[in-house]
């Protein structure tokens, strides 16, 4: 049996060991002073985050997607991620995918046992034609989901890239991708809950991985979303205020 209280996201924060006994004002604050700390967590690993951002760019270049797969937490982020994009950068919703174990079900109710299976993510991606010119980012707070091993396991048998975005030293996941991101944000303010500060630096991640990406194929002109897609007031407001800065340049 696997011990997982050797993780570090398992680990107990004793900066919250009795956040149960604290005013609502200082529960806030404690989890506020955890959360600082994720920055400076990603700004450690803004190298592997570079030069997977330069693999991704290439890949579009030649036609690739970029394919997010992980379980709970880190599956939901890919998903958001992925969504983002089309009306972000204006590309076709193929372009970055994301996938979740246990389906899209999954992105609202957990879907007991799917991320314990190695073969679900193979099956996943095969049904998405994913090949060789595609990059795989597998996300798992642990490194050891065996949905996201399966995964990488399955693309690296095909020849493509693979990234690994973990919060665990040494981790299974970072010692079989093509490109480790490990941002070591330390134990959770709540022993075990990942979504908080594993959350927040997986979010931050992707959120570089995929504009950056966007950025070096075109889809940014200085720092303006010259690709956005008109869906709403809002954005159509946007795209004329876009049109009329660029206009002016």
Known sequence: MENFSTLTTEKINPATAHIDE?????????????????ALA??????????????????????????YI?????????VLDASECPPTFGVKPEMVQGL???????????????????????EDLTKKNFCAADVLVGITASGR?????????????LGAITVGVSCVENSAL???????????????????????KAGT?????????TTAAMIKIGK????LMVCVQATNDKLRDRIKRINAMISTQ
């Open 22 to 38: 604290c005013t609502t004002l200082e529960m806030v604050k404690l989890i506020n002073d955890e959360d600082k700390k994720v």
């Open 174 to 196: 970072a010692k079989v991708v093509d490109i480790a991101i490990t941002p070591i944000t330390g134990a959770e303010a709540l022993t075990g809950s990942t979504r908080m």
């Open 145 to 157: 989901t065996p949905y996201v091993l399966g995964g990488v396991d399955f693309a690296k048998r």
């Open 100 to 122: 979740i174990a246990g389906g899209a079900g999954a992105l609202i109710r957990a879907v007991e046992g799917a991320e314990d299976n190695f073969n679900l993510a193979a």
């Open 201 to 209: 630096a997986t979010k931050m991640i992707l959120n570089m991985l």
């Open 42 to 67: 990603v700004e450690q690993v803004l190298p592997e985050v570079a030069r997977a951002v330069d693999a991704i760019a290439e890949s579009f270049s030649r036609g690739g997607r970029l394919f």
């Open 220 to 223: 940014v002109r200085g720092n």
């Open 70 to 78: 992980g379980a709970g937490t880190s599956g939901r982020l890919g």
